[in-house]
């Protein structure tokens, strides 16, 4: 019982004397952390950047709370201009607290300041998938996207672009060229177009001989009876033009049907657009009628497709009108004028004088004041506000200024064509 009271206030002086040490010590390191913290603050005010960064390595071995003081750092490696070691801190932080905000657009906006906009979309593109709803960084997203660099074109013009190839010019022979501007087919014709699917081979024209080549150049299919022009080939049928009249050949150079048209389309989703007396149909690829002959006018794009992108547009009764494949109108009152879908994104269409966008339901997503536009693809549309023309986003926002005097589509690799005053090829940033 004595040893027990002697005990006591011995194990109650020892845990005193310990917690008294420990709350020493913890006044301690808050001590020196303040004196490391102050001096670097000092240091910076008048602009000893590397004694103070020095200061802040100090204050690090004092707090746990660790991030504030490499924030501190990672603005003096930037005024310091200690590139590799500013991105090399940037990061550490990124990785090491799940990309906070402030750093993740310190970061961005120093890789927009040395214009490496790829890196910028890198990042931005990272945070997002920790913080998928940061309006600030999804407008900022959309912004880089709309970034571009110029890519070197050497050649005289374009014509036309269609599965993945240009058809380029030089000295007024046509070729045909990657939309990455690699495998050339040399412009050694008088007329060529992009190659066609099912089969994959690209309608040519030399010396007034049209034939079929692959993809290596080589030709391929040859006609036994004479004709004036070759379309692209879809669905294995191909349209021709023969004395004046359309119809189309299989995939054996074989004519295909006896019908014959004014006009004729290629088939894309086994369906063609045909034109006689002034009016056009729609026809499937046993070449029976999905319509009578009753619209006006149908909408090709540039490669000769109607329905290209499982719809297609007619006029009837004085109004543009979207339809399914099965000929039944999707669209309410119509359009006073549209343009051919390049992709699965909005077209472009004009209502009360005025341009919009209208998906393929027929529905208006969105309607501008400029004075011409061209369908969406790959996120963007170029737009024309009556002097040169540049890209807007879905948000009707400016992405790429009013710089050029023309302005095409973006195909899926992200490449447009431009001419400003010459002729270039644009590269999205990825």
Known sequence: MNMKRILAPIIILLLVLGWGNIIGGNAEKYKSYTEHMKNAKTLESKEIYIDAID????????????LPVQEAMLDDYLKLKKYNDFEKQGNAILESYNYPKNVAKKMTD???????????????????????????FLALQGK????????????????MYGNGFYVFVDDNKQGLLKSDGSDKIAAIYDKIYPYGKEPEYAPVCKDNDWYYIDKNGYKKLALDFNVESLGVFGNNLAPYCSEGKYSYIDANAKKASKNTYD?????????????NNGKWAIIKSDFSQVTDYIYDDVVLDECGFATAQNVYIAKLDGKYHIFGLDGKVKDGEGFDEAKAFVSDEPTAVKKDGKWGFANKKGEVELMTDYSDVKPF?????AVYDGKKWGYINKNNTVVIDFEFNEAGNFNNSGVAVVRKPGIKFIQLVK
């Open 263 to 275: 006009f004729a389309s290629s088939f894309a989703g086994k369906r063609a657009a045909v034109k």
């Open 377 to 381: 693809s790959n996120g963007f549309a």
């Open 55 to 66: 200061q802040y390595k100090k204050a690090l071995e004092y707090t746990k709370n660790k």
């Open 110 to 136: 120093y890789y927009i300041d040395r214009k490496q906009t790829v890196n910028a979309l890198k990042l931005v593109n990272a945070y997002l998938e920790k913080n998928a709803e940061d309006a600030d």
């Open 144 to 159: 880089l996207r709309g970034s571009c660099s110029e890519v070197y074109f050497g050649s005289d013009d374009i014509k």
